[in-house]
């Protein structure tokens, strides 16, 4: 019981004692694995971003700070009213200036365009997706052609939690989500290991195909 409300945190949590301790977690566990995803996406000066399960907003940072044309804007999406909030006071100026708009929503139903996006990235969050496909296609439709999406992962940590019982599914296997991606219009998916100092956890790209 503990570890399935520990997966229900991980996947939309709550202003809660479990909570704010997974929030806790997010910031300290996941930023080196945001800041990657960061960078693999290979950001230009001029793009427009797409972070979903943004959590509390360390990616939209990051990648916020090499949006450095006029024309370079950055999109937030995350369930989670709680993850949505704390994201908004730590870029409430980049808000106010309108260089970041975030949305608390659903990612397989984004207030989005079609094709508006260059580049998407996230960071431990697909495999709370209840419907992988649908998400997926959900990406591919606010994508340019030729777009690049890139999430990371760290397999052996997910592994383990879904061991315990806090992952729904075997939606936290990268070829569960990888074959959405195939089936959603994505050119070149893979995965590929990405080797942090001492820490090694793994990305998986796809290219937008229209």
């Known amino acids: 019981m503990m570890w399935h409300n520990i997966g229900k945190?991980?996947?939309?949590?709550?202003?809660?004692l479990v909570g704010w301790l997974v929030s806790r977690f997010l910031k300290v566990g996941n930023r080196v694995l945001e800041e990657k995803a960061v960078r693999l996406c290979g950001i230009q000066p001029g793009d427009t971003v797409l972070e979903v399960g943004h959590g509390p907003g360390l990616g939209l940072q990051s990648a916020a700070g090499l949006l450095t044309q006029p024309s370079g804007s950055l999109i937030g999406v995350d369930y989670s009213k709680y993850m949505h909030q704390m994201a908004s006071d730590l870029l409430k100026d980049l808000v106010a200036s309108g260089k970041v708009t975030l949305h608390h929503c659903d990612v397989a139903a984004m207030p989005l365009t079609d094709s508006i996006v260059d580049k998407v990235f996230?960071?431990?969050?697909?495999?709370?997706?209840?419907?992988?496909?649908?998400?997926?296609?959900?990406?591919?439709?606010?994508m340019k052609p030729g777009g690049l999406m890139v999430a990371t992962i760290n397999v052996q940590r997910i592994a383990a939690l879904a061991s315990r019982g806090a992952m729904p599914g075997e939606n936290w296997r990268p070829e569960a989500y990888m074959e959405a991606l195939k089936d959603s219009g994505f050119a070149d998916v893979r995965i590929e290991d990405v080797q942090h100092s001492n820490?090694?956890?793994q990305a998986i790209y796809g290219t937008s195909q229209k």
């Not at 996230?122 to 606010?142: G, T």
Request: proline residues 6%.
């Open 9 to 16: 945190q991980l996947g939309l949590p709550t202003r809660s």
């Open 122 to 142: 996230h960071c431990n969050c697909y495999y709370f997706w209840p419907d992988l496909r649908k998400c997926s296609a959900e990406l591919h439709r606010v």
């Open 199 to 201: 820490r090694k956890f």
